[in-house]
């Protein structure tokens, strides 16, 4: 026992020790990479916030992550999977960092090559995306250049004073060059030290009047708030009275716009200027089409309500929204452009090189498919798609719902995967029948007799024709239907069940427009949307 007390003390001590020897290193690569990052923002004005080094390294990352850990990220983090990312970003430049920093008091050179290689993955993450130009590579290279003097001065400084790792090779530890630019006062501890902390506090001012800058630049608010949708040709008729249910706790019918739920790629909200915006329509059609801003709002507009949901959504998940869209038909351009014979995939692009995919012959076959531009009656948020956004009843949003659209391809399947399906996700993603318990919440604590049961059903186009529930695997009561609001959006419900004290299990499913009835199979969300009942335990006391 006391040995292994001993070993555990000796262990710290030198872990210990080892640490104090590292912490100038680990000083100097700190602040090379603060340099480095700040540098990067900065050159980002010119080439835009996606170019910036750890947001194009974290945008490449989105894309080769592979699709198990991406679920698991939107399954845990949901919205906020983009934050722990770049904090994951930010931890793994640190570390390596660090490590630049202790190798680079050992020879300048290594640490110098750790600079380069941060550099060099930077320029290849900013070219790699799909919108990536050449230009894109700069904020990286002069990140990288920023880094590599820094590092070179600050290890200078370390060295002249003496805070160096003692080296076998002498002239590793010798002045070199760069030492006769070094001023005298940075020569000793505390010379390091201002030195270190001079920079970093240069780097931080530098990184956030980057990132201020960038945002300024390239923010689109203003804009977006300019701009007027003219009243649709086809207004929506007014929602049915009791469409909603007077149910504390149950979701409203229409989701306001910031509760809407935001699923994309990302990782900077793509800022879409309306005047320089353009959609094509090319491929196989008989007329190739460009239209501005100004075209499209000058169309015949439709509103439309319509329920939008992830193919990411858990059973009882809360990836689905239901808004009043206004937008041009999809149909209608499809035609004006001429669809060829044997186009079966229409392939929307967004101006950060998403590609979503979906069958021409839904789009054609009556439905209100929708290039929408305006949300519960404001302009597209910028999180959903400013300024123009796809939108095809019946279908999850990774196949129907391109936002930030610029594109639109005939093409066919067979020639062409989209963003996703080459991740293995279906080709054809029609929603799922799905019904989810709102009212009461898991593990709520309530009081005995008659429980109140409430919540939303939906089957995006095909419409819910019933809502059944019931307790502790009993038999299935029907709830009540709150008034229909048409096949393209979900349909709220209310039923009772009297339960006497103790734990309980609700379940809840749905019979869609077709009359099949939502299946108790549970699968995965991968590749085509989740199954299964949803269900609550409760406490009744
Ligand atoms: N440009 C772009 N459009 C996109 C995506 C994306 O990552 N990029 N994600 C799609 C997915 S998976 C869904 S579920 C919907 C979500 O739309 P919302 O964020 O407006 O709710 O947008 C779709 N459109
Ligand atoms: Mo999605």
């Not at 160096?164 to 006769?180: E, F, H, I, T």
């Not at 008034?483 to 809840?508: C, F, K, M, N, Y």
Request: proline share 7%; charged share 15%; net charge positive.
């Amino acid at each position: 026992m006391r040995r292994f007390g001993t070993a555990v003390l000796h262990a710290f001590r030198a872990v210990g020790g080892a640490a104090r020897r590292a912490a100038p290193g680990a000083v100097v690569g700190m602040v090379t990479a603060a340099a480095a990052v700040a540098v990067g923002e900065l050159a980002a004005v010119l080439t835009g916030p996606r170019t910036a080094p750890a947001i194009a390294v974290g945008s490449a990352a989105i894309d080769l992550t592979p699709t198990p850990l991406k679920e698991f990220a939107i399954r845990n983090f949901g919205t906020n999977d983009k934050l722990v990312l770049l904090i994951g970003i930010y931890t793994t430049l640190a570390v390596i960092a660090v490590v630049a920093g202790v190798l680079a008091l050992r020879r300048l050179a290594y640490g110098l090559v750790l600079v380069a290689l941060f550099g060099l993955v930077g320029a290849w993450a900013a070219l790699s995306r799909p919108t990536g130009s050449f230009q894109d590579v700069w904020p990286s290279v002069l990140a990288a250049l920023a880094g590599a003097a820094v590092m070179t001065l600050m290890a200078a400084s370390a060295r002249a004073a003496g805070m160096a790792a003692p080296s076998s090779r002498a002239q590793d530890v010798g002045p070199g060059p760069v030492d006769a630019f070094l001023p005298p006062w940075a020569r000793d501890r505390r010379g390091f030290l201002t030195l270190a902390a001079g920079t970093a506090g240069a780097a931080a001012v530098t990184g956030l009047a980057g990132r201020v800058a960038v945002d300024k630049r390239y923010d689109v608010t203003l804009k977006r708030s300019r701009v007027r949708i003219p009243a649709p040709a086809v207004p929506a008729p007014p929602l049915p009275a009791g469409v909603h249910p007077d149910v504390a706790g149950l979701s409203g019918f229409i989701t306001a716009n910031p509760d809407f739920y935001r699923v994309d790629t990302a990782l900077v909200l793509p800022q879409v200027d309306p005047d320089a915006w353009r959609l094509r329509i090319r491929g196989m059609v008989d007329h190739p089409l460009e239209l501005t801003f100004a075209d499209l709002l000058a169309r015949p507009l439709i509103e439309h309500d319509q329920t939008l949901s992830c193919v990411s959504n858990e059973v009882g998940g809360s990836l689905v929204g239901t808004a009043r869209w206004i937008g041009a038909s999809l149909a209608d351009l499809l035609r004006e452009a001429g669809v060829r014979r044997g186009a079966d995939q229409l392939v929307g692009r967004s101006v950060d090189g998403m590609t979503i995919g979906a069958p021409v012959e839904s789009v054609l076959d009556g439905r209100t498919g929708l290039l929408a531009v305006a949300m519960n009656g404001e302009p597209l948020p910028v999180a959903h798609g400013f300024p123009c956004r796809m939108l095809i009843p019946g279908f999850y949003g990774y196949v129907s719902a391109t936002k930030w659209l610029v594109d639109l391809e005939l093409t066919t399947f067979a020639d062409y995967d989209a963003y996703w399906v080459r991740r293995g996700w279906a080709r054809l993603g029609p929603v799922k029948t799905a019904s989810r318990i709102d009212v009461p919440r898991p593990f709520a604590r309530v009081a005995a007799g008659t429980v109140t049961v409430a919540g939303v059903a939906w089957a995006t186009h095909r419409g819910v024709d019933a809502v059944e529930i019931r307790a502790d695997g009993g038999p299935w009561r029907p709830a009540g239907l709150a008034a229909s609001d048409g096949p393209d959006t979900w349909r709220q419900w209310t039923g009772d069940l009297t339960l006497a004290a103790g734990p309980h299990r609700i379940e809840v499913r749905a019979t869609d427009g077709t009359g099949a009835v939502q299946t108790e199979q549970r699968t995965d969300t991968f590749p085509s949307g989740s199954t299964g009942w949803h269900s609550v335990v409760i406490t009744v006391v």
